[in-house]
């Protein structure tokens, strides 16, 4: 089973801010196949990024994803009030499916 | 548009079963497998299993195992997730989710919108 790892735990951040979230994989993860996802409270969670670095369709251009070896990053270049959530890390190569356990953006 | 409707909350028993439906529309069902998660409340997400709507192979998460079966109804687009021998530990949101761009692996492209199922004596 593949163990993502998803660090900080918690950004406390004000709008307008670059926000960098960090994934790391216990092993390889085939293919890039890992993806980013958002929820807000009450909702369910939402596509941002597929495949490490595409991003899902109607997503801002400010929402980015990186690889670099057993490590992802997800950067948002300026945070929007919006923007304020928590953001889950998923490989889907791989069975199990594994989720990281998650980063939240709060405000600051 | 494509859309997943899952079916309304409910409480059960410690020991009963749930039965969770997820109807499809908007897109060809039997291309796409459904795939099944849960978040405890203030938890984290958390992958049960998927089921290919054609043909209806499914794969679940080892600790389901025994208690977990996914079926689908292929003339009305709806998946159903029954869980068994409920305990408080099963308390969660339910989610159903589409795998993008058909096959088994891939991102969860479109999601329902949750249900939620208290265990509770």
């Known amino acids: 089973e593949i163990v993502l790892t998803q660090s900080p735990g918690t950004l406390s951040l004000s709008p307008g801010e670059r926000a960098t979230l960090s994934c790391r994989a216990s092993q390889s993860v085939p293919s890039s196949d890992l993806a980013w996802y958002q929820q807000k409270p009450g909702q369910a969670p939402r596509l941002l990024i597929y495949g490490a670095s595409s991003r899902a369709a109607g997503i801002p251009e400010r929402f980015s994803g990186s690889k670099s070896g057993t490590d992802f990053t997800l950067t948002i270049s300026r945070l929007e009030p919006e923007d304020f959530a928590v953001y889950y890390c998923q490989q889907y190569r791989s069975s199990p499916r594994t989720f990281g356990q998650g980063t939240k953006v709060e405000i600051k | 548009q494509v859309q997943l409707v899952q079916s309304g909350a409910e409480v059960k028993k410690p020991g009963a079963s749930v039965k969770v439906s997820c109807e499809a529309s908007g897109y060809t069902f039997l291309r796409y497998y459904i795939h099944w998660v849960r978040q405890a409340p203030g938890q984290g997400l958390e992958w049960m299993g998927e089921?290919?709507?054609?043909?209806?192979?499914?794969t679940y998460a080892e600790r389901f195992q025994g208690r977990l079966t996914m079926t689908t109804d292929t003339s009305t687009g709806t998946v159903y997730m029954d869980l068994s021998s409920l305990r408080s530990e099963d308390t969660a949101v339910y989610y159903c989710?589409?795998?993008?761009?058909?096959?088994?692996?891939?991102?969860?492209?479109?999601w329902g919108q949750g249900t939620l199922v208290t265990v509770s004596s």
């Open positions: 989710a589409r795998v993008c761009c058909g096959g088994s692996y891939g991102e969860f492209d479109y």
């Open positions: 089921i290919n709507p054609t043909g209806g192979a499914t």
